[in-house]
């Protein structure tokens, strides 16, 4: 029963916050984060596990947390069976450090996060 609550919770998170960030609906912190991944017409896009779902998900409120910008996810790679690794980009003014990347791991945890 504990296995089918966390996937169904965090598909429904998933599907509401793509509701709440569709244009023309206001904006939220994490508008460009998943519209990278969600919001385009690639279908490739909506290939990804639920464990690549949530890495995108924990690695850009990592990001929107650390920067308060507009965060966008430009790329999803599962590295390791426990590892998976997010690219995305910062809209900030400093165009130095306007890169991230971010280390998900299946128990959950961040475990490297970097802007560049």
Same mark, same amino acid.
């Given at each position: ?7 169904a ?6 599907l ?10 206001g904006?939220?912190?994490? *508008? $460009?984060?998943?519209?990278g ?6 279908p $490739?896009d ?6 690549e ?8 409120r990592?990001a929107?947390r650390?920067?308060? *910008?507009r ?5 999803v790679?599962?590295?390791t ?5 997010? *690219? ?11 890169? /991230?990347t971010?280390? /998900? ?6 475990v490297?996060?970097?802007?560049f």
């Amino acid at each position: 029963m504990r296995k089918i609550i966390l996937p169904a919770l965090m598909s429904g998170t998933l599907l509401l916050g793509g509701c709440a960030a569709s244009p023309g609906y206001g904006g939220g912190p994490l *508008d $460009g984060v998943l519209g990278g991944i969600f919001g385009s017409n690639d279908p $490739g896009d909506r290939d990804l596990s639920e464990f690549e779902r949530a890495a995108v998900s924990a690695c850009g409120r990592e990001a929107d947390r650390t920067t308060r *910008d507009r965060v966008r996810v430009e790329r999803v790679d599962q590295v390791t069976r426990d590892t998976v690794r997010v *690219d995305g980009r910062i809209e900030t003014r400093d165009r130095d450090r306007d890169n /991230f990347t971010c280390t /998900f791991r299946s128990d959950g945890r961040i475990v490297d996060f970097r802007i560049f």
